[in-house]
């Protein structure tokens, strides 16, 4: 029926458009005419009425009624769609408040619609997807029980994320940024080599948890990010291992830690002790040697390390307060 | 992580080397090359007595594995509306009549923008898409090789255009160019294909000629005929196909075939078989296509029945003399051929089936299809005895997933119910069904119209042999997302709810009548009125049936052109006076004297006793009036019935008394 009318009334629109002469718009125009008559001559036969237009169409109502109380709600909801008001039975209301009112109900309700929602993922649809999902899996290996033993013997840990999106492109440029992580302590670095790959990586490091992480997204692909990131990591462990002759020129100011030899903490301690004639006799140098030896210098010494190295508390104040009277004597 | 590790001690190992080198600025303590995970793999071979750990190979699957894993998690949703239109109560269709308009216009709107898309490629250059989906992208329709050359003639060919393809043939000819015998066998059968016209272009207007060619052949048709019907043309005597192939030098198997099946297949049936007789005297063998075709048109060619089955013969026998192996068509079509005469068909059928078991090609659902109509429908003694057909047919069908493989398919399921449905056999419609949910069975229930008719005749069957229960329970699972019931259905409803007494349901069918459009047909509402006005049930259900009432007088109050009917009017009348209702019902009254209806006696009795329930004299006096306006036989009871239980005073006394009298003085 619908083509027959069609047929019909394209041949009429095209005579008309002959008659304009104007071809291109023509084949434009008789398509729409062809609807547009078609749907007239559809009210005249299916109308209700015989003179007048067809009764307004309800709006219907909405398929919650027929829902049942123990549908399965999965195969209702199995993806990720947007909040459809007729299709969920739950009474929810959403939004600023009505004057003197409440919420405004679901129906026709943007603000629902505009937030994501997680009703395709309902611990039931969870459940079942993990059955399906089963059969992709392997075993995890049996010795590896403990996440203590995960570490010691897989020590580098890589993280990629992969994105999924609605859209005419399934590319997603964030995908390919890859963490490596590892624990300093699992490479085999020795004193030198452990500062000087400190220096090296700088913030990358994580003294709490002694973990390093490097993180590549400067190449295109997760792959070849993923190899860069092994690359650094042997790059970085061999040049912390080499000793450059520069090295030798590291100074004070270097130093990652405070350390009490020969700083102007002990020039002055001595000096001090020195003058107040503390010290036993003897020439200078065996003096010095000798103050060193002595515990209260090394408390102090160990007092103002611990002030320079860790954050000053109240206790190591306390404490050097505690050494520098011991020193003095006073 | 095995293989981090292992790549780094790869590493550690190739550059093992430099190591060694440097060894003089290395701490003494340091021992050589050691990670970890070296120190892994070599604690691995020293000591055994750590457990091993094995990594599992990885598994691999193909690209869609995952989605379809997660996609058997979900079944139907009953209550969903047809997955191509949007889901909202408004915009979903409602009737049979409505599902087809609006997948039309859904499907002539895709075309539409096909169309477009095809016409302006320029515009639709940019793909957006990754990875790359070609069917979006605009396909080339226009020509692009103009010259006269064989490349020319296969893009003509590859576009469909049969007459540009046929003028460059022509051309070709006349410039004296061979054309090469694999593209003359695309041509003719591109010719014989369309009937040596141009295919209609979807979304198009036609061409002139088309026009003109459909009035010279007189094919007006009256309105209402479906399209298919346009597109079939008839074989017109020497058009192109012929002209060609009488030009060619040589002629095989091919040319022949791709002509006789044109033949066949746009009518000239006696032309198929003369040049099939011409294939033969040139001592060229058929094959297969050829052999279906001629078979499917010979109850066209031959018209008594004994004849027919002759000529069956000879095809299958000279099929065989030529060696050609027969395939699942070809038995299809010759059951089909028998279909019309069932004796021969009956006896023939079982050695059909034993003849494919032996090829050893497993019948598909047409076969079986044609089988159950030979034995139900064509034989003069069908009887319950002959479900056992049917019966075994289902047996060996149990479980099995089918695909199409014969245009008929879609027929079985259809057929089947039908037959279910006719001899009354629950048991056997279930299993039909449940072959349906097999896997993608679904696929072959055919298009609307045959779906329709397999979920009607379904839904009939239920309700005629299954409890209420069981009834309302499939009601709410296809209507309306499987089937739009038609009013036999929902008659047949009205008839189980009746059986079983679940009359309170009768509003909610109500809806769903008015839902579906049905609300225009009067007997279907006629009979919704009278279950629901036979017998008095409880207090709510009695309200529910008036307001149920109401809506059907407001039904038909919105439609002045609907005639009334007296019994239709006097159930409503009647349900709402049960119902209390006495103003309302009081309006029926002045509708009854306005469609020129006259209420029943036992009506106006009943009207009566409200009164008297409600205690307005006034009232029973006009209804006494009334009831003589009419001229009713009971016009003296109740008068007499007025005068006794009513306070009247003296006026009205007068008036009532006068009917009481002469009842045959007032006209």
Request: proline fraction near 5%; include cysteine.
């Amino acid at each position: 029926m619908a083509s027959f009318g069609s047929k019909v009334f394209l041949s009429l629109g095209r005579t008309n458009v002959s008659g304009v002469g104007f071809r291109k718009t023509g084949n434009r125009a008789t398509y729409a005419t062809a609807l547009t008559v078609n749907s007239s001559t559809n009210k005249a036969r299916g109308g209700k009425g015989s003179t007048g237009r067809r009764p307004k169409r309800g709006p219907g109502e909405p398929r919650t009624e027929k829902m049942a109380l123990d549908q399965d709600w999965t195969s209702v909801y199995p993806a990720a769609t947007p909040f459809r008001a007729n299709a969920i039975p739950l009474p929810l209301r959403m939004g600023y408040p009505v004057k003197r009112g409440i919420p405004p109900e679901k129906k026709g309700n943007l603000e629902l619609i505009k937030i994501p929602n997680f009703l395709h993922l309902t611990p039931a649809a969870i459940r079942k997807h993990c059955e399906a999902l089963k059969p992709f899996c392997t075993e995890w290996p049996s010795a590896l029980d403990t996440d203590t033993k995960c570490d010691e013997h897989f020590p580098v840990k890589i993280q990629s994320t992969d994105y999924v999106s609605a859209g005419p492109s399934i590319r997603n440029p964030s995908a390919r940024v890859v963490h490596m992580k590892v624990r300093l302590s699992c490479l085999n670095l020795d004193d030198h080599a452990q500062k000087k790959m400190l220096k090296l990586v700088g913030d990358r490091y994580c003294k709490d948890s002694d973990i390093l992480t490097i993180t590549t997204e400067s190449c295109p692909l997760r792959q070849q990010n993923y190899d860069h990131a092994m690359y650094l990591l042997t790059v970085l462990y061999h040049e912390s291992w080499k000793i450059e002759p520069w090295e030798a020129e590291k100074t004070r100011a270097d130093m990652e830690e405070y350390s009490w030899e020969d700083s102007t903490s002990q020039k002055n301690i001595l000096d001090t002790l020195l003058r107040i004639n503390l010290a036993g006799e003897g020439e200078e140098a065996e003096v010095r040697e000798q103050l060193l030896g002595r515990e209260e210098v090394l408390e102090y010494k160990d007092s103002v390390e611990t002030l320079k190295n860790e954050e000053p508390s109240e206790r190591n104040m306390l404490r050097y307060k505690e050494a520098v009277r011991k020193v003095l004597k006073v | 992580m095995a293989a981090p590790c292992r790549h780094v001690g790869h590493h550690i190992q190739k550059n093992g080397r430099f190591l060694r080198i440097n060894i003089n600025q290395l701490f003494a303590c340091r021992s050589f090359g050691l990670t970890s995970a070296l120190q892994q793999q070599a604690t691995d071979l020293h000591k055994e007595s750590k457990e091993a750990i094995i990594i599992p190979r990885k598994k691999s699957w193909n690209k869609e594995a995952v989605l379809e894993a997660l996609a058997s998690t979900v079944q139907r949703d009953p209550t969903a509306y047809p997955y191509q239109f949007q889901d909202d109560p408004y915009l979903s269709p409602r009737t049979s009549v409505e599902f087809k308009l609006f997948s039309l216009s859904q499907e002539s709107g895709r075309a539409a923008a096909k169309y477009f898309v095809n016409s302006n490629p320029k515009l639709f250059t940019k793909d957006f898409a990754e990875p790359h989906i070609p069917c979006l992208m605009p396909e080339s329709v226009a020509l692009r090789l103009e010259e006269v050359s064989q490349e020319a003639l296969e893009e003509r060919i590859s576009l469909r255009k049969v007459s540009a393809a046929v003028e460059m043939y022509d051309q070709l000819l006349q410039s004296g160019t061979a054309v090469s015998m694999e593209t003359t066998h695309k041509l003719l059968d591109l010719i014989c294909l369309y009937c040596d016209r141009d295919p209609v272009q979807e979304g198009a207007p036609q061409t002139e000629d088309r026009e003109e060619e459909e009035e010279e052949d007189g094919r007006r048709k009256p309105m209402g005929r479906r399209v298919t019907d346009f597109l079939k043309f008839t074989w017109k005597e020497n058009n192109n196909a012929e002209r060609i192939f009488n030009l060619l030098p040589e002629r095989d198997t091919r040319c022949y075939s791709a002509l006789i099946r044109g033949m066949v297949k746009h009518g000239a049936y006696a032309k198929a078989f003369n040049l099939y007789e011409d294939l033969l005297n040139n001592r060229l063998s058929a094959d297969v296509h050829i052999f279906n075709a001629l078979i499917s048109v010979v109850p066209d060619v031959r018209k008594k029945n004994n004849e027919r089955w002759d000529l069956i013969a000879e095809l299958l026998n000279q099929m065989n003399e030529q060696k050609v192996r027969p395939n699942l068509l070809t038995f299809n079509s010759v059951l089909k051929a028998l279909r019309q005469f069932s004796f021969l068909a009956k006896t023939f059928s079982p050695q059909i089936l034993n003849e494919m078991k032996a090829l050893g090609i497993a019948p598909s659902l047409a076969t079986y299809e044609h089988i159950l109509t030979v034995f139900f429908y064509k034989s003069a003694s069908s009887g319950p005895s002959n479900m056992a057909v049917l019966q075994d047919v289902l047996t060996e069908l149990e479980g099995t997933s089918f695909t199409c493989q014969d245009p008929n398919d879609v027929l079985f399921f259809a057929t089947a119910m039908k037959l279910c449905l006719d001899n009354k056999d629950l048991e056997l419609g279930y299993k039909v069904h449940s072959l349906v949910e097999v896997g993608e069975n679904w696929r072959l229930l055919g298009d609307s119209y045959q779906q329709g008719l397999y979920y009607g005749r379904f839904f009939n069957l239920l309700c005629l042999m299954e409890d209420i229960d069981v009834v309302l329970k499939w009601y709410s699972r296809i209507v309306p997302s499987l089937l739009y019931p038609n009013p036999q259905g929902m008659k047949n409803l009205l008839q189980a709810l009746d059986t079983d007494s679940r009359l309170d349901l009768l509003p909610t069918i109500w809806k769903d009548i008015k839902t579906l459009g049905h609300d225009n047909k009067v007997d279907l509402v006629e009979e919704l009125l009278s279950l629901m006005a036979r017998d008095e049930h409880s207090v709510e259900v009695q309200e529910s049936f008036a307001a149920c009432a109401l809506d059907v007088k407001s039904v038909f109050d919105g439609r002045p052109k609907k005639e009334w009917s007296t019994s239709s009017l006097s159930h409503i009348s009647i349900l709402l006076l049960r119902a209390n209702k006495l103003q309302k019902a009081w309006d029926m009254l002045q509708l009854f004297k306005d469609k020129n209806r006259v209420p029943s006696g036992a009506l106006l009795s009943s009207f009566l006793t409200a009164c008297r329930c409600s205690a307005s004299p006034q009232r029973a006096v006009e209804l006494v009036q009334l009831s003589a306006a009419f001229s009713l036989p009971t016009t003296p009871e109740l008068a007499k019935r007025t005068l006794a239980e009513f306070e009247l005073n003296d006026e009205q006394r007068s008036i009532v008394s006068e009917f009481e009298a002469a009842p045959e003085k007032e006209e």
